[in-house]
């Protein structure tokens, strides 16, 4: 098979932003037909770039489509688990390129490098969990009503599945949907978002390299409104499944169900932290700044909020804003940086923009706030960590997604209470407590409102072993990770198999005698 001819696979780190890379179609990387390029930056220094991107158009979009859809039909006949060794395969290679991945992530993304690996890490437990996978693809089995009667359920892949992916996550998302959905027998399409095709583009050279049939992986760059909404509108693609914001997020889903298309939408997040007067303040002041200001707030796990019990109340934004204070922020490169740059000037202004709002609304500003413009932050994309308090919920600082470093401490007077703010907002994502009394803690996995849930650990941070996603605003019902992943990506078959050698009649023989 012809693999990785032109994505340019990187001798060294100074090759970085001298390339120009294309699509990944049938096997080959190819120019977008159009011949445009973007380019992708650097965040922490925007005069440095990665190299230049296929901006594609609906016609490339096609191809790739046509080219999974014939890929398809040898890929879904082969044998599952002869597909996931595939998988598990690249599941290696992605080991052996962690470093340069996350090298390259870092520079790409932004975030700082132990988290950098953490992403690639990700992939690489999503690889061997769905390799796993290619040797279960759990049906049923139930026993029929009739004699001499067989009655089970198996899975079917669907065919091409698009997949569109965030910047913030730009190996691990991919994974978390690409792995799942070759391992049902599906061929994929992916739309990596723009600020991150780099990421994206290495990702899939790896999964060629393990030996990929042509057509079973298709990557197309390009912007959303072209290459996405392309995606989704062709008749081709029989299920999407996109992690993004809200409003994307609703906007696909609206036109996959005029088009009676399978849809699994990941979107925004309100998360928070409540931290009881049991608590052990410590350990929550931890978590609550690992949860607020890991990947500089640009997960949709971010602890966004952090709901306190008015006991320990002052001391909590006390020693919240002395531990935030001792955050070093610069180039992820740099081993000793806890906070890199955000991702673009243009979220970098929409994050400041909300710390205006807070301050118009009368939250008090505890720390931060402020764009750096010193020095070498003048090159890229740096934000101060910033904390509110005395907010509440009422504020759009605690209700809307931020997606930057900037968390929201509010007051409450007791347990009941901070259950009630929690879970006050439109997202259901995760949610965190953090008390000793277990009492409190099952009250609270009880009656909190999220996908997930946390007892003394932050919002971030899930394993891929599990179902990810969550309720209300966050998501339409899937679940990404743990076996449910395998949901989003095949069909049910009912099979009946009558081995009684007559016409046998469901709901009427079997009770024919007890009606009498
Ligand atoms: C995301 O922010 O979109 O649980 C994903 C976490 C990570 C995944 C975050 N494992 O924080």
């Known amino acids: 098979m012809s693999t990785g001819i032109k994505s340019g696979m990187i001798d060294t780190m100074s090759d970085l932003g001298k390339m120009s890379y294309g699509n990944f179609i049938n096997g080959k990387w190819v120019k977008a037909s159009s011949n445009e390029t973007f380019t992708s930056l650097n965040p922490a220094n925007l005069n440095?770039?990665?190299g230049?991107?296929?901006?594609?158009?609906?016609?490339?979009?096609?191809?790739?489509?046509?080219?999974?859809?014939?890929?398809f039909k040898s890929w879904r006949k082969t044998p599952a688990p002869v597909r996931a060794e595939l998988i598990l395969k690249a599941g290696y290679l992605l080991e052996t390129r962690k470093e340069e991945l996350a090298q390259i992530m870092v520079q790409e993304m932004g975030k700082v490098i132990k988290e950098a690996r953490g992403d690639v890490q990700e992939a690489i437990d999503m690889a061997k969990y769905m390799a796993g996978e290619g040797r279960r693809l759990t049906g049923q089995t139930v026993p029929s009503e009739l004699p001499n009667?067989?009655?089970?359920?198996?899975?079917?892949p669907m065919g091409v599945v698009g997949i569109i992916t965030p910047w913030n996550f730009p190996v691990a998302?991919?994974?978390?949907?690409?792995?799942?959905?070759?391992?049902?027998?599906?061929?994929?399409?992916?739309?990596?978002?723009?600020?991150?095709?780099?990421?994206?583009?290495?990702?899939v050279e790896i999964l060629a390299e393990a030996g990929l049939p042509d057509g079973v992986i298709n990557l197309?760059?390009?912007?959303?409104s072209v290459v996405?909404?392309?995606?989704?509108?062709?008749?081709?693609?029989?299920a999407v499944s996109i992690t993004g914001s809200t409003d994307i997020g609703s906007k696909v889903a609206s036109r996959c169900g005029e088009l009676m298309k399978k849809i699994s939408c990941e979107l925004g997040g309100k998360n928070a932290i409540c931290v009881m007067d049991d608590a052990d303040l410590e350990l929550a002041l931890e978590g609550a700044l690992w949860g607020a200001f890991g990947t500089a707030g640009q997960r949709c796990t971010a602890t966004s909020r952090i709901i306190v019990h008015e006991k320990i109340y002052q001391e909590f934004c006390h020693e919240f804003k002395a531990i935030t204070a001792s955050l070093s922020i610069g180039n992820g490169l740099d081993p000793d940086v806890a906070i890199g740059p955000v991702i673009n000037r243009a979220q970098l202004e929409s994050i400041n923009r909300y710390v205006e709002i807070g301050k118009k609304e009368g939250a008090k500003l505890l720390y931060g706030g402020n764009i750096?413009?010193?020095?070498?932050?003048?090159?890229?994309?740096?934000?101060e960590p910033t904390i509110f308090m005395d907010v509440n919920s009422k504020m759009r600082i605690a209700q809307e997604e931020i997606f930057g470093p900037v968390t929201a401490i509010m007051p409450v007077a007791n347990f009941t209470q901070a259950l009630e703010v929690a879970n006050s907002t439109e997202f259901g994502l995760s949610l965190s407590m953090y008390t000793k009394n277990v009492n409190k803690a099952f009250a609270a996995i009880e009656e909190l409102e999220a996908g997930i849930v946390y007892i003394n650990a932050p919002t971030i941070g899930a394993e891929i072993q599990l179902p990810f996603g969550g309720i209300k605003k966050t998501g339409n019902g899937h679940r990404e990770a743990g076996t449910t992943a395998i949901e989003q990506f095949?069909?049910?078959?009912?099979?009946?198999?009558?081995?009684s050698g007559r016409l046998q009649k469901a709901q009427i023989d079997s009770f024919e005698s007890l009606d009498s």
Request: charged residues 15%; hydrophobic residues 40%; aromatic residues 10%.
């Open 52 to 71: 230049t991107f296929a901006s594609s158009n609906k016609k490339d979009v096609d191809t790739a489509i046509e080219s999974a859809h014939n890929a």
């Open 372 to 383: 750096l413009t010193q020095g070498d932050y003048q090159l890229g994309c740096f934000h």
């Open 48 to 50: 440095l770039s990665l």
């Open 220 to 224: 197309v760059t390009g912007s959303g």
């Open 228 to 238: 996405g909404n392309a995606i989704v509108d062709n008749p081709l693609v029989k």
């Open 173 to 203: 998302i991919p994974s978390w949907k690409i792995f799942p959905a070759l391992v049902a027998g599906n061929t994929v399409v992916i739309k990596p978002a723009s600020d991150t095709p780099l990421c994206a583009i290495k990702f």
């Open 490 to 499: 095949t069909e049910w078959k009912t099979v009946y198999i009558d081995y």
């Open 149 to 156: 009667k067989f009655a089970m359920c198996v899975r079917s």
